[in-house]
């Protein structure tokens, strides 16, 4: 069973940067495609990036610009720099397989982005 643990969310200002963690342990990381997801209070999760196994990314409209999904495949891990963050990025963000993803494992806890004006 793959598990998938987030980290690095945080309290900010409008404007300011974030960088997201995940790490990915009993799966074959590299060839996966991976995905980071958000879900906002009394909102449906949604897919904000991903990147496929061969490092190519894919981002939502509303964070193209301003998001970057990188992978280091020797660490298992998947990250997420978000820059000029809007309070509307508030939520829990998880990380998970892509789009045609080979797995998928179990969601994590998360980890929350909150975003003040």
């Known amino acids: 069973q793959v598990q998938l643990v987030e980290s690095g969310g945080g309290l900010v200002q409008a404007g300011g940067s974030l960088r997201l963690s995940c790490v990915a342990s009993?799966?074959?990381?590299?060839?996966?495609?991976m995905g980071w997801y958000r879900q906002a209070q009394g909102k449906q999760r949604e897919l904000v990036a991903e990147i496929s196994s061969g490092g190519i990314p894919n981002y939502a409209d509303s964070v193209k610009g301003r998001f970057t999904i990188s992978r280091d495949n020797a660490k298992n891990t998947v990250y997420l720099q978000m820059n000029s963050l809007k309070p509307e990025d508030t939520a829990v963000y998880y990380c998970?397989?892509?789009?045609?993803?080979?797995?998928?494992?179990?969601w994590g806890q998360g980890t929350q982005v909150t975003v003040s004006s």
């Open positions: 998970n397989g892509g789009r045609g993803a080979i797995w998928r494992g179990s």
């Open positions: 009993g799966g074959i990381f590299s060839i996966n495609a």
